[in-house]
């Protein structure tokens, strides 16, 4: 399959890791918009939030649980906002699932 993130997850592209398991992956996005910027990802492949089902929520579950051990990890003591962009209104560019992790300042008050 054609998917970057894929690519990534196999090592066929590079990324700067940030946290490894036998389910999912934290990388540092290549353009980051905050001090900290970084995606946590599953590594079987999920198109995005839409396409969250049972059979994947066990794995999702656990990105929400290693979220605030990569945070804290990552030094964000004082917040951080976690999004996914899902389809084209959203701007979602890459469709394999993510959630971006970011902080290292003050964020926007404004999301969209
Ligand atoms: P989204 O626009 O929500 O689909 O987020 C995709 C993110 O992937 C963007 O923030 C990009 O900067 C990031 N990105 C694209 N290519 C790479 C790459 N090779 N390594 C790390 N992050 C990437």
Known sequence: MDCLFCKIIKGEIPS???????K????????????VHLLVV?????????????ENAG?????????????????????YRVISN????ACQ??????FHILGGGQLSEKMA
């Open 86 to 89: 899902v389809g084209p209104d």
């Open 93 to 98: 560019s890459v469709p394999h699932l993510h």
């Open 24 to 35: 999912i992956l934290c990388f540092r996005d290549i353009a980051p918009q905050a001090p």
């Open 16 to 22: 700067v890791k940030v946290y490894e398991d036998e």
């Open 59 to 79: 794995t999702v579950a656990h990105i929400f649980e290693c979220i605030p051990k990569i945070a804290k990890q990552q030094g964000l003591s004082k917040g």
């Open 42 to 54: 599953p590594k079987a492949h999920v198109p995005s939030v839409d396409a969250i089902s049972k």
